[in-house]
């Protein structure tokens, strides 16, 4: 019998481009995606089942497709996303109900993948200047989102404790840049020009979304369990981010730059928020190879990912915005998936 | 400093062998990734371009102002990393950025040069010291840097009480902390390099500290320097032309293993005040010798 796979986040970034990727895959037999909102890009085979924020009929669905794997990729890692209040649903509630569900008697759960961020070494003043899977925090959180994910991450380590025989894989992302997904670097990027603050100039690292699907896919595919930072080699300062992005900066006052910023974010849209400010200070480096010594291998360096988005920025402006065409109706894929009229492949 | 004996057992930290480490297909292709890189800045947030030109505009202070002379610069390995420590004076240190253009320039060997997280919070001045080959004084720097890179690194085991004391005290070394760049050589199976320097105490002479003021602004010290009485603000910036003498002393090897876990404390707490004791000792007989603070 083929795997079974749950997917939390079907409608993400993420969790969208993890199902496409896992449909390819012939020892896959099922694929239930969980989400609040319908996916985003065009799946076959996955089953789609739209679920309340935090997951409250969750273990009635692990145990109904008795799935043996469960990636966990809905967690909010940008706080602009939300308020407070629906970012605790989703990172802390919706993680331990999954967790209760995965851990309830009878469970078939073998594997389980959390995706994490490198949000939860924070970037402080003290930090070393590369962060490995054991080194601890230097400065306590002091944001809502690195708390919330630090709390999840809690919750990680107590069920991998308590369910040996399930192999817990949980990987920490550094900054993600590539042609679709959004995020905080991504929108300072896509300004005319790109923010600085005076008088830093921090080194980042980054991870191409590509290496992003592939790493997820790699766990899984080979059982890797354990924490693992997933980052390009290298790090590289933000003003010669904005010169492979050819863009030119403009600097913003150290002190009250959320203040400074505020105008920003009403009116481009730009998310400035106190963990990308923290960021655009100290910089921070996560060590990726632990992951490396188990044998996977990154397409792209950090500047490498830097290098290819500027190229997909510059496509962009060239072409335009290319909205996805598609658009989830569940009547349709409710007919492709399972009416008896349509010719499927056999594996 | 992270305390590596405080880490508890963690199931999803051991390095044990899950199916996947075992036997793996290596992907085929192994050449190095595309690197675009746009500028020479390490992951140090070093730039040999910044650096050289540092130099370039440090170069006649070092010579005509510090006059610097040097003995033992046959005691620095000119390959593989190891340790360097010295004894840190002057409100504003200038022993850092002698030592370091003195052995770039002699050995044409990189120095990086370790320093409290002060340096890395302040706006400009932080990146200028990255750029220019300042690191932030975590072990796990240090470790990198003399292990994986074997790099040459300058430590000031005084850290701000060297630089914070009052002029009355000069020459007088101040604790070497807990000993923690003894471990760090220890682990990282470097040798340690002593390094004694006559002049920094005289260039910069603290006469008072304000130490609430200090305290009010968040520094370790704040002091009225004899720079200040003499140039008034441009004191601030200014040093008085004391000759600089530097000994680099025979290094030290510790016989451990490397990356260890631990190491004994008492054996690091004593290795720690033989290192200290040598610079106190060649500081007392260079300080013999000198017959005057501006002419050697």
């Known amino acids: ?27 896959v037999d099922i694929i239930v995606g969980l989400d609040t909102k319908p996916p985003s890009v065009e799946l076959e085979r996955t089953e789609f089942v739209r679920v309340d924020e935090n997951y409250s009929i969750l273990a009635r669905i692990v145990r109904a497709t008795q799935v043996d794997t469960i990636v966990h990729t809905f967690l909010v890692v940008n706080s602009d996303q939300m308020r407070a209040r629906a970012m605790h649903e989703i990172n802390v509630i ?7 569900a995965a851990s309830a008697a009878g469970s078939t759960v073998r594997h389980v993948v959390v995706k994490s961020s490198s949000l939860v070494y924070g970037s402080a003043v003290g930090d070393p200047t590369w962060f490995r899977e054991d080194t601890p925090r230097t400065k306590p959180p002091r944001n809502r989102v690195e708390r919330s994910l630090i709390d999840v991450e809690g919750y990680v380590h107590d069920f991998a404790e308590d369910n040996p025989h399930v192999n817990v894989s949980l990987l920490r992302f550094s900054n993600v840049l590539g042609s679709d997904i959004v995020t905080p670097i991504s929108q300072l990027l896509q300004q005319p020009v790109v923010p600085y603050i005076l008088g830093y100039d921090p080194r980042l690292q980054f991870v191409h979304e590509i290496d992003v699907v592939r790493s997820l896919a790699y766990v899984l595919d080979h059982e890797v369990a354990g924490i693992y930072n997933v980052a390009g080699d290298g790090l590289l300062p933000w003003s010669e981010v904005a010169a492979i992005c050819a863009k030119r900066r403009v600097p913003m006052l150290p002190v009250g730059t959320s203040l400074a910023t505020l105008p920003l974010k009403v009116l481009g849209g730009a998310d400035f928020n106190p963990e990308t400010i923290d960021l655009l200070k100290y910089g921070r480096g996560i060590d990726n190879r632990r992951l490396v010594r188990t044998g996977f291998r990154y397409q792209y360096t950090s500047a490498g990912t830097v290098a290819a988005f500027a190229e997909a920025m510059r496509l962009r402006r060239t072409i335009g915005d290319h909205e996805p065409g598609y658009r989830y109706e569940s009547d ?15 594996h | 400093m992270a305390d590596p004996e405080a880490e508890p057992p963690d199931a999803l930290l051991a390095d044990a062998p899950s199916q996947a480490l075992v036997a793996l297909p290596r992907e085929a292709d192994e050449s190095p990734l595309d690197d675009p890189r746009a500028s020479d800045v390490d992951e140090w947030g070093r730039s040999e371009r910044m650096r050289a030109l540092a130099r370039r505009v440090y170069d006649p202070v070092y010579r005509n102002w510090f006059r610097v002379e040097w003995e033992g610069l046959e005691n620095i390995p000119t390959e593989g990393g190891a340790l360097l420590v010295a004894n840190h004076a002057a409100a504003i240190p200038s022993d850092a950025p002698v030592i370091m253009h003195g052995i770039e320039t002699e050995l044409e060997r990189p120095v990086y040069g370790l320093a409290d997280d002060l340096f890395k ?43 914070g004391k009052h002029f009355s005290q000069r020459y007088q070394l101040r604790r070497f902390g807990r000993g923690g760049f003894v471990e760090i050589a220890m682990r990282a199976g470097v040798p340690v390099v002593p390094i004694a320097v006559v002049g920094a105490e005289e260039s910069m002479p603290t006469l008072y500290n304000m130490s609430r003021l200090a305290k009010a602004a968040g520094l370790p010290y704040f002091p009225i320097t004899a720079n200040m009485l003499a140039f008034g603000p441009l004191g601030a910036v200014t040093y008085l032309p004391a000759k600089f003498k ?16 631990r190491y004994s404390k008492s054996r690091i707490m004593d290795e720690s005040e033989a290192v200290r004791d040598h610079i106190q000792q060649a500081l007392y007989d260079m300080l013999r010798k000198r017959r005057s603070v501006w002419f050697g």
Request: no cysteine; charged share 20%.
């Open chain 2, 246 to 261: 530097l000994r680099v002393l025979p290094p030290v090897h510790f016989d451990v293993e490397p990356d260890q876990p």
């Open chain 2, 121 to 163: 919070g302040l706006p400009v001045v932080g990146t200028l010291w990255s750029r220019t080959g300042g690191v932030p004084a975590h072990p796990d720097n240090a470790y990198r840097l003399l292990r994986e890179q074997g790099q040459l690194v300058l430590v000031f085991p005084e850290g701000s009480k060297g630089p």
């Open chain 1, 94 to 100: 919706g993680t331990m109900n999954l967790f209760a």
């Open chain 1, 332 to 346: 349709v894929e409710q007919f492709f998936r399972h009416s008896p009229a349509v010719v499927r492949d056999q």
């Open chain 1, 1 to 27: 019998m083929g795997r079974r796979i749950l997917v939390t986040g079907l409608g993400t970034f993420w969790g969208g481009r993890v199902a496409q990727a896992l449909e390819q895959d012939p020892t």
